[in-house]
């Protein structure tokens, strides 16, 4: 429980610098994989139980007790490795684009299946390649960059490559059929309750900016709308295309820069009473929350 406290949801960690920090520096070690692997030591702790059970006299003589025990964990157990297998051989997406956007950036467009679920602005999927000798299967979440409005049935994802997989991105080729698991979010729901009347302010970091591209595409002719988005020198403003197309609309402003924005340049691109009246949306935020 601790361990899914501060690695996988970090409602709690994220919200105390010091733990913030631990986080980071621990997560060299718990990577995405070991968290997976993690989670599926439930189902040995399943069988474990269930073999506790049995050498316990007193309960193996309860017959009624056994078999109604027994059949719980006999469906539990089949019903996830058949949903496994089933999703081994699963595709609902073809890879249809990929380019590079930066040194580390990489540009992912799928092709969604006719019959699939249209995504929302600002969703994420778990994504997994098939067929691929270059790439391994193991699912991996991305945001969205796209907006649904355009076509809900094409996905660009913009991926930084940091890890072991995310560096593999690139190899994956045109016509690779993929499993998108999803999707998910909160971004365009929560918009959706919110006035129409009522301005929205984003800020991003990095590719963090992907999700709240999607929303300012999707909601720029309804809504005002103003984007913060820094990136590093290292990557340079590799949205900066996205955001000229973005910056033709009159409803959106958009002030990106090299190098994290300080508390002064913050106040001084964003007035204290917009951000009051406005809405101030970011994905760290809304992941932590």
């Not at 189902?43 to 007193?58: A, C, E, F, N, R």
């Not at 309860?62 to 081994?88: P, Q, R, V």
């Not at 490559?161 to 593999?168: I, P, R, S, V």
């Not at 340049?265 to 992941?287: A, P, Y």
Request: aromatic share 12%; proline share 3%; net charge positive.
């Amino acid at each position: 429980m601790i361990y899914a406290i501060v690695f996988m949801s970090g409602w709690l960690v994220d919200r105390f610098k010091l733990l913030r920090q631990i986080k980071l520096k621990l997560s060299i070690i718990c990577s995405h994989q070991v968290s997976a692997w993690i989670h599926r030591l439930n189902l040995l702790l399943i069988l474990l139980i269930w073999l506790h059970v049995h050498l316990i006299d007193d309960f193996s003589e309860m017959t009624s007790f056994i078999t109604t025990f027994d059949a719980y964990t006999y469906i539990i157990i089949g019903y996830y490795l058949l949903a496994k297998f089933i999703t081994l051989f699963k595709t609902n997406g073809t890879v249809i684009a990929n380019k590079q956007l930066a040194p580390n950036t990489q540009q992912l467009v799928i092709k969604l299946d006719k019959n699939d679920l249209a995504y929302q602005a600002g969703d994420f999927y778990f994504v997994s390649f098939r067929g691929s000798k270059s790439i391994g299967r193991e699912k991996h979440p991305f945001s969205v960059t796209s907006a649904p409005k355009n076509n809900p049935h094409e996905i660009a994802f913009t991926i930084q490559k940091l890890g072991d997989f995310t560096k593999k991105i690139p190899s994956v080729q045109i016509g690779t059929r993929v499993y998108l698991e999803g999707p998910y979010g909160q971004f365009d729901r929560i918009i959706r309750k919110l006035p129409k009347d009522q301005p929205l302010v984003f800020y991003g970091l990095g590719s963090g900016l992907a999700p709240l591209l999607s929303l300012a595409e999707q909601y720029g002719n309804q809504r005002q709308i103003k984007i913060l988005w820094s990136s590093s020198k290292k990557n340079g403003l590799y949205f900066e295309k996205a955001l000229e197309k973005l910056k033709k609309n009159p409803n959106i402003t958009v002030i990106a820069k090299e190098g994290r924005f300080t508390e002064e340049s913050i106040k001084k691109n964003c007035h204290q009473k917009k951000l009051i009246k406005g809405s101030t949306l970011s994905w760290d935020q809304l992941m932590s929350s």
